[in-house]
């Protein structure tokens, strides 16, 4: 099966004999169709003609109503986020697509990595995680190195190391700053009463 999003407000007549779903996305209005390939395509080719934007895509890319469910009913806690490590509590966990649907939708490459990680659909379990508020938020709709950081985030070891180099850059970056305050202060100082000059 496949859906066809159609981005108006004000359907042409002629879509109205069709079995069009009312769909929001952050406030804005607009139509899904779902149906057989070949019905959706000659409604695509007369929207293309009617200059009317669109999307047509697969089922599987269609973010599903009970991803959450599933994940809960498939997997065991105690949960913590997968972006930053803190401890989850179920009711406030937000279950996290590392691919998100709207991007997997027109991007082949995703759709392949998709593929690769043996993942049926963007609701596979594979492409699922655990996440807090602030870390889904800041993700969003991006790709970047988060899929990285999902896959990294489920070992403790890779934790361990992060809190190692992070707690490493500390040391380095005070030790960085004694050592340029003890040899350099008299041209630090020379350099602020220049400035101040
Ligand atoms: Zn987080």
């Known amino acids: 099966m496949y859906y066809l999003n159609i981005y108006t407000d004000c359907p042409?007549?002629?879509?109205?004999?069709y079995d069009l779903k009312e769909k929001y996305y952050?406030?804005?209005?607009?139509?899904q169709l779902k149906g057989e390939y070949k019905e959706l395509e000659s409604i695509r080719k007369r929207l293309i003609r009617c200059k009317i934007?669109?999307?047509?895509?697969?089922?599987?890319?269609?973010?599903?109503?009970?991803?959450r469910k599933i994940f809960l009913e498939n997997t065991s806690g105690p949960y913590r986020c997968r972006y930053c490590n803190?401890?989850?509590?179920?009711?406030?966990?937000?279950?996290d697509h590392i691919i998100p649907a709207s991007k997997a939708k027109n991007n082949t490459y995703l759709q392949m990595w998709l593929f690769i990680n043996k993942c049926e659909s963007v609701n596979d379990l594979r492409n699922l995680v655990p996440s807090c508020f602030k870390c889904?938020?800041?993700?969003?709709?991006?790709?970047?190195?988060w899929p990285l950081r999902a896959y990294l985030g489920q070992?403790?070891?890779?934790?361990?190391?992060?809190?190692g180099v992070d707690i490493g850059l500390l040391v380095t970056g005070i030790g960085l700053i004694a050592f340029l305050g003890a040899y350099y202060h008299e041209e630090i100082i020379s350099v602020i009463q220049g400035l101040i000059r």
């Not at 042409?12 to 004999?17: G, N, Q």
């Not at 669109?54 to 089922?59: A, G, R, T």
């Not at 889904?136 to 190195?145: C, D, S, Y």
């Not at 070992?155 to 809190?163: A, L, M, T, V």
């Open 12 to 17: 042409k007549s002629w879509l109205l004999k």
């Open 26 to 31: 952050k406030d804005s209005l607009y139509y």
């Open 53 to 67: 934007r669109h999307k047509m895509f697969e089922e599987r890319y269609q973010k599903s109503n009970d991803y």
């Open 86 to 95: 803190r401890p989850l509590k179920t009711e406030y966990m937000q279950v």
């Open 136 to 145: 889904n938020q800041a993700k969003g709709r991006k790709i970047g190195l």
């Open 155 to 163: 070992f403790e070891s890779y934790w361990k190391i992060k809190k």
